[in-house]
């Protein structure tokens, strides 16, 4: 849809499983921040009348 | 189609005298041209309301949703699909249903009908086999059904229902060697800047009126995440990013599930082509994952199994 | 009140003449159907048409509008005060209105403007509005005006009145706006009697056009509760999907939530559309919701539409007869079935 591959991530974790949240976060904070800041899918201030 | 009506309501019957339902869901011809109404009647009295034609394009599976009552419902290949989805999903139980199968050789895009005629108002529409004829003030036009089919007709290769209790006709024949996904691929081939003006631009006339949501058997959570407002999830304005939010979200949450009945287009006052977010989800479904939504009642859906040593490296 | 005639090309000319007066709006092709589109070099103004999908109703009621600004950034000294936002209240025209929607901001003007409350924006962009209107010489099948108190070339709510006369445009001030529109407009000629009678002989044969003739002379009388409680919402309802297609493209629905947007520290108070037809309309903050099934909210809306509102402002029903809701609900749930219903229980 026109967000860049490597900002948007699956993974399937179990409820249980806390410390590989804890890391697939850490990884993907690591990956998008590597992209610096996106260009689209930001909201704004509404655009609006 | 004549036969098909006359066999529906028959059967209809039937199943009122057996007391085998105690309600029946079809469509009813509608008080519009190309626009048919979903009916429930209760008793053997009103089956003469219930019609079948090639403008049955809303999709009756989404008139299920927990019901408690014994139902007996028409379907052909999609809506069919929806319904096995519903099963497995836990939204209605196998044993409520009584499914009065139809073969289906497409619904007509009136849309394109519409602008076959160059926009002017079409009084009356007759179908005569594999073609049809639209009479207004001034003119009438015979056109071949196959060239103004729904866009998600035209690459259907499930138009026989997956799931039944009686067919009202035998098996049509299934297209094969359609190329399901080639505007998928189209978009696949564009850079991620592309791809966003692309799809900003389809949605650009959306006023969010959620019909292609409410349309959709699929979207039958209580609360869906745009209605929801604590926490609030996306801004209820018209704003564009907000616009976007919903209809990305939206097609996620169709993922594994889709089976392309194209209701949600259908429906959509504006005419945005909204499958063009659920289609590569399904291309994605099929060729990751073999999976086609709704085909059998004895797979869990896509997205609700998981397996620990997937072949596939993007799950860990 | 000047009555002028003009051929199409020399109108065309007069609308570009007026863009210094006015910001224009006229009918424009877009893709499928037709928009008012704000005129300017790239836009074609097209008067043949039927009537736009969408109602002119968001050029004086946008879909969405910041209605209030404020910050809350303690270091500056307007923190957390609430200011009204700006808006453009600059004279706009809408050129080629259709008669039944002109009629329809008489149908909602009581909501937004009455002795008790008046609303601020509506009013304003109301009042800074010229409504110049297109008679119907051919009404849609679905157009059914004439049984609501209006016509194809009713004068209800426009401050002028364009007659098509094939190579020619007739038009007639209606209003003191209606007035100063027409003393803007270069070109044309005062209409002679030939044209004026050419216009009246095209109004008659346009009303005598609509086949759609629907009741609404009981509606007053009945017993709220009776047509409440009447056995038919269930069937009426069962189709509908609940979505907000018949509501945003009608006219004369006016209903409104208010959001609050903050970003980081601005906060932006905004006025949006709302459709009876959504579930979270009536929820309350306790989580309760009076009309938490389908059929309430369908019954709702023809409620108000054709009993409430007739009850409440004794100003005919609340529907203009655009016959948009009846085209566009992809349910074909059709207004005038259950008008009938209504007016006959
Ligand atoms: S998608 Fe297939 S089954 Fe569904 S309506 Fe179209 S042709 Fe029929
Ligand atoms: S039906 Fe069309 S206009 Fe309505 S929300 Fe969906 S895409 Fe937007
Ligand atoms: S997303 Fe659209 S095409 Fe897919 S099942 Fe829902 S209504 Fe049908
Ligand atoms: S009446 Fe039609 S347009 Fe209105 S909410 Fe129901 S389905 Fe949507
Ligand atoms: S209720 Fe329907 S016909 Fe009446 S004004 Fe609204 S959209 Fe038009």
Redesign the interface.
């Known amino acids: 849809?026109?967000?860049?591959?490597g900002r948007l991530?699956?993974?399937?974790i179990s409820s249980a499983e806390a410390t590989k949240y804890v890391d697939?976060a850490r990884e993907v904070a690591k990956e998008v921040k590597a992209l610096g800041p996106a260009?689209?899918?930001?909201?704004?201030?509404?655009?609006?009348? | 189609m004549l036969e098909y009506v006359e066999k529906i309501r028959k059967t209809a019957g039937k199943l009122f005298e057996e007391d085998k339902v105690d309600v029946f869901i079809g469509y009813k011809k509608g008080s519009l041209p190309m626009m048919n109404q979903p009916v429930l009647i209760s008793n053997a009295d009103q089956v003469d309301l219930l019609h079948w034609d090639s403008n049955c394009g809303l999709n009756l599976c989404n008139y299920l949703t927990k019901r408690t009552d014994r139902i007996g419902i028409v379907a052909n290949g999609c809506n069919s699909r929806n319904i096995v989805t519903h099963i497995t999903e836990n939204q209605i139980s196998r044993d409520q249903l009584y499914i009065v199968g139809i073969p289906c050789k497409g619904m007509i895009d009136h849309r394109a009908v519409q602008r076959a005629v160059k926009q002017k108002e079409i009084l009356a529409i007759e179908e005569q086999g594999n073609t049809f004829t639209v009479k207004g003030k001034d003119f009438e036009d015979t056109f071949n059904k196959n060239d103004y089919l729904q866009r998600n007709c035209l690459v259907c290769t499930h138009r026989n229902p997956v799931i039944f209790d009686e067919m009202v006709a035998p098996p049509v024949e299934e297209q094969i060697e359609v190329d399901t996904y080639k505007d998928v691929k189209q978009i696949e081939g564009m850079d991620p800047e592309k791809k966003w003006n692309f799809f900003t631009r389809i949605i650009d006339k959306c006023i969010r009126c959620y019909a292609c949501r409410n349309a959709c058997p699929l979207c039958y959570c209580p609360t869906c995440f745009v209605d929801e407002s604590n926490p609030q999830w996306v801004g209820k304005s018209s704003d564009p990013i907000d616009t976007m939010t919903f209809h990305i979200l939206r097609a996620y949450h169709c993922a594994g599930r889709c089976t392309d009945c194209g209701a949600c287009e259908r429906v959509c006052p504006v005419g945005i082509p909204m499958r063009q977010f659920t289609k590569k989800l399904n291309k994605d479904a099929q060729e990751l994952f073999s999976w086609e939504a709704g085909l059998t009642l004895d797979q869990r859906p896509l997205l609700d199994v998981f397996q620990p040593d997937d072949y596939n490296d993007f799950i860990r | 009140m000047t009555e002028k005639i003009y051929t199409k090309e020399e109108w065309i000319k007069a609308l570009s003449g007026l863009k210094s007066f006015y910001n224009i709006f006229v009918p424009v092709r877009d893709g499928d159907f037709h928009t008012f589109k704000a005129l300017d070099e790239k836009k074609i103004p097209d008067f043949n048409f039927q009537n736009t999908r969408l109602s002119p109703k968001s050029l004086v009621y946008p879909q969405s509008e910041r209605i209030f600004a404020y910050t809350l950034d303690e270091d500056t000294p307007d923190a957390n005060i609430i200011k009204e936002s700006e808006k453009d209240y600059s004279p706009k025209a809408v050129v080629g209105i259709r008669p039944c929607d002109a009629h329809a901001f008489q149908i909602v003007r009581p909501n937004f403007d009455n002795p008790e409350y008046q609303d601020p924006w509506w009013i304003q962009r109301y009042e800074s509005t010229t409504l110049v209107g297109l008679g119907c010489n051919a009404p849609g099948s679905t157009c059914f005006c004439t049984s609501v108190g209006g016509g194809p070339f009713s004068e209800k709510g426009l401050d002028a009145l364009l007659y098509d006369l094939g190579d020619t445009f007739l038009i007639k001030a209606l209003t003191e706006k209606g007035e100063a529109f027409l003393e803007n407009a270069q070109g044309g000629k005062e209409a002679d009697d030939a044209a004026l009678k050419a216009g009246e002989d095209l109004a008659a044969k346009a009303a005598n056009k609509i086949e759609q003739k629907i009741s609404i002379d009981k509606l007053k009388d009945k017993v709220q509760t009776e047509l409440f409680d009447a056995p038919f919402w269930d069937d009426v309802a069962f189709a509908c999907i609940n979505c907000g297609t018949c509501t945003y493209l009608c006219p004369t629905c006016w209903c409104f939530d208010i959001q609050d947007e903050v970003l980081e520290k601005q906060g932006d108070r905004i006025r949006n559309w709302d459709s009876c037809m959504f579930p979270l309309f009536t929820l309350h903050g306790s989580g309760h919701n009076p009309r938490a099934k389908k059929v309430q909210r369908v019954r709702q809306r023809f409620m108000h539409k054709l009993k409430y509102y007739v009850d409440k402002y004794n100003n005919g029903v609340q529907c203009s007869g655009c016959g948009r809701c009846v085209r566009n609900c992809p349910a074909n749930i059709d207004i005038r079935e259950v008008c009938e219903l209504m007016n006959r229980l």
């Not at chain 1, 849809?1 to 591959?5: A, C, D, N, Q, T």
């Not at chain 1, 991530?9 to 399937?12: L, V």
């Not at chain 1, 260009?39 to 009348?49: D, L, M």
């Open positions: 849809m026109g967000i860049e591959p991530h699956f993974s399937w697939v260009k689209h899918f930001i909201k704004k201030r509404a655009e609006v009348a």
